[in-house]
């Protein structure tokens, strides 16, 4: 854990509980790593959607990373915090015509998934550029929610149509300048992510010459349970560049660039969740946390099933720490499922302890919601320096009625 209790105390007692804070020396290692690990030759695109923070989006764009867009929404923060228009990738699907002409008044390549869109994006981008995802056939992913490549998922297009791709793209005199995928989220092993990168690799290399680049998607994952290990990029680089290499090597334009889209990997693990216990009760055998940090504000475990590690922050000393007792850390949304950690053996706990819910950048703040009219909360950076800084105010009782 990044904080101590005494700035837990600190921070909660002047942004409030629960509270989002963020390590930018985590964020900035962990860009670091991955740019690193490719060494330059597949350049990372960082996925908005997993946090849409402003101060964060301007630390990433100064690692050097483009972006991912997936709304008019998100693009539209991106442009708060810097990005241009070529380093902004829109992915949309099912997107709106109005959306279309969003990214097309702003010369921001796009991205289509389905032939009907490639179309209508043609028909209204005429002599332009597009990029077309695709399903290779194969995913990957920690619970059949997140996974979008594969034959059962409503994601890309299947390969079989690479003629009718091409005839749409000939009758609008579209120049295809990329080819994405995306196969899912959270591997820790590259085998399925490489498996999937050479079947796209054939692809291209069979029916679309003179591509700009070749887009493998994200999905890198992080350790979310303390037993698992660290992705292996020596691993992912051993079974990738071979690819890149065989590629580029029969490939008609060889200053291809490939891309990548991570989203988790790079702010999962800065981003840590901070509750305060109200209450704890036995019921019929089981211990129950009660604490202010409720699925609006961290959906993962109610959505997915996901695993949280879950501290406990006292200023209790050390051997106390030893004792552990399995509980149910809970929020206080009115709903059974609202639970951040099942059965889980935790030191001793006491009401007006501390709980932080540890790797919680990723898929945190971007999916809160306003559920049971509750406030979602205050992020706070915990800079280089070691201060804190406000980077986005809780909600307050106006921002619940500013729209009716
Ligand atoms: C969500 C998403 C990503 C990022 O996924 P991570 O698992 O967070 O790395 C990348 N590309 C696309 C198209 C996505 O939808």
Redesign the pocket.
Request: overall charge positive; proline content about 4%; cysteine-free.
């Given at each position: 854990m990044f904080l101590n209790y005494d700035e837990v105390s600190e921070i909660t007692a002047e942004y409030g509980s629960p509270v989002y804070v963020y390590s930018e020396e985590i964020l900035r290692d962990r860009c670091r790593t991955l740019l690193e690990a490719f060494e330059g030759r597949i350049a990372p695109s960082f996925?908005v959607?997993?946090n849409t923070n402003l101060s964060l989006l301007k630390i990433i764009r100064e690692e050097g990373y483009g972006a991912?867009a997936?709304s008019p929404g998100e693009i539209y923060l991106l442009e708060k915090a810097g990005f241009q228009s070529d380093e902004i990738f829109y992915?949309g699907n099912n997107v709106s015509e109005d959306e279309f002409r969003f990214c097309i008044d702003r010369d921001i390549t796009v991205s289509v998934d389905s032939l009907s869109q490639l179309e209508t994006y043609s028909r209204m981008n005429r002599g332009g550029c597009v990029a077309v995802?695709f399903n290779p056939g194969v995913g990957a992913g920690h619970c059949d929610k997140?996974i979008?490549g594969g034959k059962k998922t409503k994601f890309g297009v299947e390969p079989k149509y690479c003629r009718e791709v091409k005839e749409i793209l000939e009758k609008y005199d579209m120049k295809l300048v990329g080819i994405?995928q995306?196969i899912?989220?959270?591997f820790l092993a590259p085998a399925s992510y490489a498996a999937a990168a050479a079947n796209l690799l054939d692809m291209v290399a069979e029916n679309f010459p003179g591509l700009e680049f070749v887009d493998f998607?994200?999905?890198?994952?992080v350790p979310y349970r303390p037993e698992e290990p660290r992705l292996d990029f020596a691993a992912a680089r051993d079974a990738l560049f071979p690819l890149l290499d065989d590629f580029t090597a029969r490939y008609d334009n060889k200053f291809v660039h490939f891309k990548c889209?991570?989203?988790?990997?790079v702010c999962a693990e800065c981003g840590a969740l901070l509750g305060t216990v109200n209450a704890i009760k036995e019921n019929y055998g089981e211990t129950y946390v009660g604490t202010d940090i409720g699925f609006n504000v961290l959906m993962r475990p109610v959505l997915y099933g996901s695993y949280h590690e879950v501290e406990v922050i006292s200023d209790r000393g050390g051997e106390e720490q030893s004792e552990t007792k399995k509980v149910n850390v809970v929020g206080n949304i009115c709903e059974s499922g609202d639970i951040i950690a099942k059965e889980r053996e935790l030191p001793r706990v006491e009401e007006g302890d501390f709980i932080a819910v540890m790797n919680a950048g990723?898929?945190g703040y971007s999916m809160a919601s306003n559920y049971n009219c509750r406030l979602r909360p205050a992020e706070v950076l915990k800079t280089l320096d070691g201060g804190f800084k406000l980077i986005r105010a809780a909600d307050t009782f106006e921002s619940l009625v500013e729209n009716f």
């Open positions: 996925s959607k997993a991912d997936m992915i995802r997140v979008t994405n995306h899912g989220s959270l998607g994200g999905g890198f994952g889209e991570p989203g988790r990997f990723a898929y």
